[in-house]
Antibody, heavy 118, light 107 residues
Framework: QVQLTESGPGLVHPSETLSLTCTVS????????VYWVRQPSGKGLEWMGR???????SYNSALKSRLSISRDTSKNQVFLKMNSLQTDDTGTYYC????????????WGQGASVTVSS | DIQMTQSPASLSASLGETVTIECLAS??????LAWYQQKPGKSPQLLIY???SLNDGVPSRFSGSGSGTQYSLKINSLQSEDVSIYFC?????????FGSGTKLEIK
């Protein structure tokens, strides 16, 4: 079945870089787009960026200068790197799949909790 | 960016009741509107897409409606397992943007 699993460090120090991996199964990265979405603790959802099925990327303009999304299709993995982390980057980071017929996020990972603290 | 204004922020209702959550877009999003349910401690899950299409496996007591800038999610016959935060999201224009969420509790 369709599965997305985020992994990465739970703690990042201020000004350092966050690196997260989304490992997918049950579908191909060359057939589906994958998004990154984050949720500060107890707050709403923010779309961060997208790795399209064809390898193109797009980013939220508010994060674009700090964010990079890449992939390794042979490993079924999508990567997120965000630099210059601050305390307000603390929260849960999700990777999600864009459905072909729905055009929205029809599958979500369990989320990776990230705390930015010294 | 398109702003999504969701109301109410919180809602308390009794089992078996019908509840409605509203979402207002800052411009016409031509029914490109999804609703997600986030149960406590879990990731969001897709309920409805294209404003009124029910995702596979979602109970029929959930329904969506609306057009233009105004959309709503209705839950009939409220069940205890419906305790969640509900988010709307537009995918008409990039970046996709979300409402601030509605926390639904049982009285």
């Amino acid at each position: 079945q369709v599965q997305l699993t985020e992994s990465g460090p739970g703690l990042v120090h201020p000004s350092e870089t966050l690196s997260l991996t989304c490992t997918v199964s049950g579908f191909s990265l060359t057939g589906y787009s994958v998004y990154w979405v984050r949720q500060p603790s107890g707050k709403g959802l923010e779309w961060m960026g997208r790795m399209r099925y064809n390898g193109d990327t797009s980013y939220n303009s508010a994060l674009k200068s700090r964010l990079s999304i890449s992939r390794d299709t042979s490993k079924n993995q999508v990567f997120l790197k965000m630099n210059s982390l601050q305390t307000d980057d603390t929260g849960t980071y999700y990777c999600t799949r864009e459905g072909i017929t729905t055009d929205v996020m029809d599958a979500w990972g369990q989320g990776a909790s990230v705390t930015v603290s010294s | 960016d398109i702003q999504m204004t969701q109301s109410p922020a919180s809602l308390s209702a009794s089992l078996g009741e019908t509840v409605t959550i509203e979402c207002l877009a800052s411009e016409d999003i031509y029914s490109n509107l999804a609703w997600y349910q986030q149960k406590p401690g879990k990731s969001p899950q897709l309920l409805i897409y294209y404003a009124n299409s029910l995702n596979d496996g979602v109970p029929s007591r959930f329904s969506g409606s609306g057009s233009g800038t105004q959309y709503s999610l209705k839950i009939n016959s409220l069940q205890s397992e419906d305790v969640s935060i509900y988010f709307c999201q537009q995918n008409y224009d990039s970046p996709p943007t979300f409402g601030s969420g509605t926390k639904l509790e049982i009285k």
